[in-house]
Structure formats: C-alpha cells, structure tokens
C-alpha cells in the first residue's frame, strides 16, 4: 500500500514571495490534515479536510495561508505571502475518517523562507 | 483542546540499556492518547496507542506505555534500546469529543554504542 505522498520535499524561497505544497493520500482516506512542524516543536494542526469540506481551519492563518483539497482526494497547501516565521517542516496526514482512526504522516515539506 | 508536556527534551542512553520517556496531559473525561516516533528526515510513525481497556499499551518495536488516568501520564518505556531507536519521539493526545490530536514538543532519544 502506498503511503502519504508529498512534494517538494525541500523548498527555499524568499520571504513575500509565495509557495506552494501538494500532497496525495493513502487512496481511501476520506480525512486529510496539514500540520505546520516548527524545529524543536510539535505539528500544530493547521486545517483538517473531511472529502473536500473543510472540518476545521480554526488555526489556519486566513491571511496568507490557503487550502484546497478538490475532488476529495489532492491537495495543496498555499502561502502567499511567506514570512519568515513560516519556516518550518509542513506535514499532510491522512486517515480512513475523522475519529480516532490512526493518521498516517507523508515525509514533510522543509521550507525555508530567507 | 488538550495541553500534552513532554517532561525530557533529550534523552541519551547507551545502548541496551532501558528508557523511559514522560508525558503528561491536562485532564480530561475521555482521552486516547498515542506515541508517535519520527525519524530524520521522516514523517511520523505511530508506535502505540491507547484507546480503551488494559492500561499497559505495547507496540512496535518493543516500545510499551502505562496510561495512568490519576496522575494524566502516558509514559513510554523500552527495556532494551538500539542504535536505531534514535529518533524524536511525539506524544499525542485526543480528547473525546472531536478527536484532534494535540502533540507534545518532542523528546529527542539519542542511543550511543
């Protein structure tokens, strides 16, 4: 079975400038979640998709940060524009639904905004 | 939303030696709680997991942890570490009512020979 796919895997940028994550769940999971995981921190939820409607985005910077996940499968992850704050590693995770079914965790985006 | 304490930030231990790393969380009804290991470079793996039932959880890789609702712990424990046990260790914790994970900070386990 194929795990929790996430591109890039590193990516450098400039801040103000804007950036881009996709991620493609295990097939079958109708729950996907990004985390933002600052070094030395635990992932902090930043929004939770059920299908393609969003369950929970309460931590989600609504002012530069953007999700979609369309077609209840894909999704990507926006910042526009970057600080340099948002340094950090950007986690996607899926599970079967929403409860406490276990969440499987792709491999990270590292950003770097200089 | 639940507040998880990783009481260690870093934690080394030879190897074959035994480990314990302590978490404790703010109380609650209901809780799962889970151990959760990353290694460099990695996302996170699941290790272990309390949902109900028996107190003393094991799981992958010789790892265990006692759930203990009194004093809101959740400590992991290995009797026995190998070099590949280093890695950063995440505890996680869920409340009953909307199943979000809350994680802890970490505690990095370095396994020297």
């Known amino acids: 079975e194929a795990g929790v796919a996430q591109s890039p895997r590193y990516k450098i940028i400039e801040k103000r400038q804007s950036v881009a994550f996709w991620c493609n769940p295990i097939?079958?999971?109708?729950?996907l979640y990004w985390y933002q995981q600052i070094l030395g921190q635990g992932p902090k939820l930043l929004i939770q998709f059920q299908n393609n409607g969003v369950v929970d985005d309460s931590q989600l910077p609504k002012d530069r940060f953007s999700a979609e996940r369309l077609k209840g499968v894909d999704s990507t992850l926006k910042i526009q524009p970057a600080k340099l704050e948002d340094s950090a590693v950007y986690l996607c995770?899926?599970?079967?639904?929403?409860?406490?079914?276990?969440?499987?965790f792709g491999p990270g985006t590292r950003l770097t905004v200089l | 939303a639940q507040s998880v304490t990783q009481l260690d930030s870093q934690v080394p231990v030879f190897e074959e030696a035994p480990v314990e790393l302590r978490c404790n969380y703010s109380s609650s009804v209901s809780v799962y709680l889970f151990w959760y290991v990353q290694y460099p470079n990695q996302g996170l793996q699941l290790l272990l997991k309390?949902?109900?039932?028996?107190?003393l959880v094991k799981g992958i890789n010789g790892f265990e942890a006692e759930f203990n609702k009194s004093q809101t712990s959740f400590h992991l424990r290995k009797p026995s570490v190998h070099i590949s046990d280093t890695a950063e260790y995440f505890c996680a914790v869920s409340d009953g009512d909307d199943y979000k994970l809350s994680f802890g900070a970490g505690t990095t386990v370095t396994v020297r020979a």
């Open positions: 309390y949902l109900s039932g028996s107190t």
């Open positions: 995770a899926s599970s079967f639904s929403g409860n406490y079914n276990e969440q499987f």
């Open positions: 097939s079958g999971h109708a729950t």
